[in-house]
């Protein structure tokens, strides 16, 4: 009787964790700890304003993108890329990279 408390009780413990480790994005400016990536608005070259995604991991630039562009269904044109992978030379390790979108 003991062992199938203890078992729901790590079931929900563990069921409680994943629903936090698969939350959203941070959808505002700053930093977010959850996809170690730092987003800001800033004015493009063409006086229009752009967001600008600093992470450690292309992919987390991607997720970040995506929900700072939540509003237009996560839709945005890519305005610049540093340090992103592309075809033929995605195993080669760079450091932090940055792009910068604009929201469609």
């Known amino acids: 009787m003991t062992s199938r ?14 629903a936090a480790a698969c939350g959203d994005a941070r ?3 700053g930093n ?8 800001k608005v800033v004015t493009w070259s063409d006086g229009k ?10 992919g987390d630039c ?8 939540r509003e237009s269904r996560g ?13 033929g030379d995605a195993s080669t390790v760079r450091g932090p990279a940055s792009v910068v979108v604009r929201c469609t």
């Open 5 to 18: 408390s203890t078992l729901r009780w790590m079931l929900s413990l563990a069921v409680a964790g994943l």
């Open 32 to 39: 977010d700890p959850m996809t170690r990536t730092d987003a």
């Open 49 to 58: 304003p752009a967001i600008e995604v600093n992470c450690g991991m292309p």
């Open 62 to 69: 991607q997720t970040r993108a995506i929900a700072m562009c």
């Open 75 to 87: 839709n945005y044109s890519v305005l610049a890329m540093t340090n992103m992978p592309t075809r």
């Open 27 to 29: 959808s505002t400016p």
